[in-house]
């Protein structure tokens, strides 16, 4: 009977004393939020420069430097829409006249990922030259990589028409370009 008493006893300090212990081990934490990157912002203002060419059908090929400014708004998710003010400066060849060419442009894209935006541009400007200016139009698309925080480069394809030319051509020219901004 000492045994069998002394066995119960036994066991029954050992799960006592267990379940003590194993209420001792839970102890209530908050779990830790799991960071993630926000990644690039396409949001708000940008500006930056711009260098390429201006390429028509009669293979005359032109170079321009320009600045640009522009904003964006993420309308949903993912899409963005902008508005971009362009002005370049396009130098010419041997026998030619430099001229200015100066676009209002509407952009409407969407984010391939955080770091790529892919983008529709369409608008209208002027190119001068001479003292003499007319209206043109604007229609292509780029792309903008993020590489900073702050930093993007961009490749663009405009095509360009000219309002007063009684060409049957739509566009006279394409503008081509690659570009480095940064985002405010």
């Known amino acids: 009977m000492f045994v069998r008493s002394l066995s119960l006893g036994v ?5 006592l004393s ?5 209420a ?8 830790q ?9 396409w949001d708000g203002l940008y500006a930056g420069v711009e260098a ?3 390429f ?15 904003v964006n708004f993420t309308v949903a998710d993912p899409i963005v829409i902008g508005l971009e ?7 010419e060849g041997d026998n030619t006249t430099d001229a200015g060419l100066f676009l209002a442009l509407g952009h409407v894209g969407a984010v391939v990922t955080d770091q790529v935006l892919v983008y529709a541009a369409g608008g209208f400007g002027a190119i001068t030259a001479n003292g003499d200016s007319s209206g043109v139009y604007a229609l292509g698309a780029g792309v903008d990589f993020a590489v900073t925080d702050n930093v993007s480069v961009r490749g663009e394809i405009l095509g360009l028409g000219n309002f007063d030319d009684a060409n049957d051509d ?3 020219a394409a503008k081509a370009t690659v570009g480095v901004f940064y985002h405010f």
């Open 85 to 91: 003010l362009q002005g370049d400066y396009v130098f």
């Open 24 to 31: 001792d081990l839970i102890i209530p934490t908050t779990p």
């Open 18 to 22: 267990s379940g003590a212990m194993a």
């Open 33 to 41: 939020p799991i960071y993630e990157s926000a990644g690039f912002s």
């Open 56 to 70: 028509n059908d009669t293979d005359d090929t032109r170079g321009l430097i320009g600045a640009v400014v522009g």
């Open 52 to 54: 390429g060419g201006l």
């Open 11 to 15: 066991a029954a300090v050992a799960l």
């Open 170 to 172: 739509f566009f006279d």
